[in-house]
């Protein structure tokens, strides 16, 4: 090679060392410096889930949320919230200040590690009935952690209250020191961190081309934000709720009444929604989620319809994946796939449809991925032979 030939090649290479990404480029953090844990969070990646597409010939893609630093989607609207109450001055940096939280776990575990990050205290609310192992990370995260006995959300006990009353009463001898109640069921700024955030990217990364987000609710933030982003950008999508045995939405979604079988008498056995998943299903409208749904004479539900997932069919998808495509998920993100494959059935292969794999199995060890409380409740943890074993819903 001539001395012209290798100095242009040198330079060559370097400029595509140097230059940044362009436009259409994926986001590559290796690019660039993050700014602490904050930086680390969002742009996660979309992944195809092999076994599930090739199996309908259509394609399945999960966001894996649960790559972001604190293991899950919930770290997107942890930032976000306390930013915001940082911009409006109702949080205050390394004042003693502390933020307060009613949750099933895995908020408490992203607030836990911002509010570290930032300089605050976290004290965290949680049903007794959560997974133990969240409330040993919580700790881990340097949180104070309070479990207390499941109740209805009337119940001045129920787990969400005692985080409010707690943050009101916090710092009563020092107005410096402020309690923060995060608030992330009725708060609409959960749902606009999704907007702003999950929303866009999913849209940057299928370039448009979605014909379905499917999704299970909790608070309702994920599910609100992403489908009012992609129903203003792409006219043709989709949007469904998956929910899970025991919760009301579905039958809401779908027939505009909250009922559950579960609800029958004699047929309850917990105190909330009768499924062992965690994270998603109630009985009652959170404000984020009640933004889907027709608000007055004339207006339309932005979801397209709900589908009910049993416990059953949870496991034996969470069981499918990992035997099938290495992906370890929780129990969330098992009803998702098990909805969004009933959907890929129903459409017929050609179509793109999105998902959300909101957390890993390793915060459901002690539960949902621990073989003999599953079997225990009349659950078989083999992994199935094939996706027959689904039936459409």
Not at 100 to 107: A, D, L, V
Not at 216 to 224: F, K, Q, V
Request: hydrophobic content about 40%; charged content about 20%; overall charge neutral.
């Amino acid at each position: 090679m001539s001395s012209a030939l290798a100095t242009a090649a040198i330079g060559y290479q370097a400029w595509r060392l140097l230059s940044p990404p362009t436009s259409d480029s994926p986001d590559d953090r290796s690019r660039s410096i993050a700014n602490g844990v904050a930086g680390l969070i969002g742009n996660t990646p979309l992944i195809r889930i092999n076994s599930l597409s090739d199996a309908t010939g259509c394609e399945i893609l999960g966001k894996a949320e649960f790559l972001n630093p604190g293991g899950s989607s919930k770290d997107r609207i942890a930032l976000y919230l306390i930013e915001k109450a940082e911009e409006t001055g109702q949080l205050v940096p390394h004042t003693g200040s502390c933020i307060f939280e009613g949750t099933s776990g895995s908020t408490g575990i992203s607030l836990a590690m911002v509010a570290r990050a930032k300089g605050y205290l976290c004290h965290i609310v949680m049903p007794s009935d959560q997974a133990i192992e969240k409330s040993q990370l919580l700790e881990r995260h340097g949180a104070t952690v309070e479990r207390v006995a499941p109740c209805s959300i009337v119940d001045k006990n129920n787990f969400v209250n005692v985080a409010r009353r707690h943050a009101q009463e916090f710092g009563a001898e020092d107005p410096a020191k402020r309690g923060f109640f995060v608030n992330q069921f009725e708060n609409p700024l959960n749902s606009e961190a999704h907007y702003k955030t999950t929303g866009p990217e999913i849209f940057r990364q299928t370039k448009g081309c979605i014909d379905v987000f499917v999704h299970g609710s909790g608070t309702g933030g994920t599910i609100a934000g992403v489908t009012h982003y992609l129903k203003r950008r792409v006219p043709q999508v989709r949007c469904f709720l998956a929910d899970p045995q025991g919760s009301g939405l579905a039958n809401k979604v779908n027939h505009g009444v909250m009922f559950a079988e579960t609800e029958r008498e004699g047929t309850r056995r917990r105190q909330q929604v009768d499924t062992l998943v965690e994270g998603v299903g109630l009985n009652r409208l959170t404000r984020n989620f009640a933004n889907l749904l027709p608000a007055g004479r004339g207006k339309k539900c932005l979801l397209d319809g709900a589908i009910s997932v049993s416990d059953s069919d949870a496991v034996k998808m969470s069981r499918w994946l990992m035997a099938n495509d290495g992906l370890f998920i929780g129990s969330s993100a098992a009803i998702n796939c098990v909805a969004a494959l009933d959907i890929a059935r129903k459409l017929g292969p050609g179509h793109t449809i999105v998902t959300i794999l909101a957390d890993s199995g390793q915060r459901h060890l002690t539960k949902f991925w621990n073989d003999e409380a599953m079997a225990a409740l009349g659950h078989s943890t083999a992994a199935p032979a094939s996706l027959d074993e689904f039936k459409s819903v």
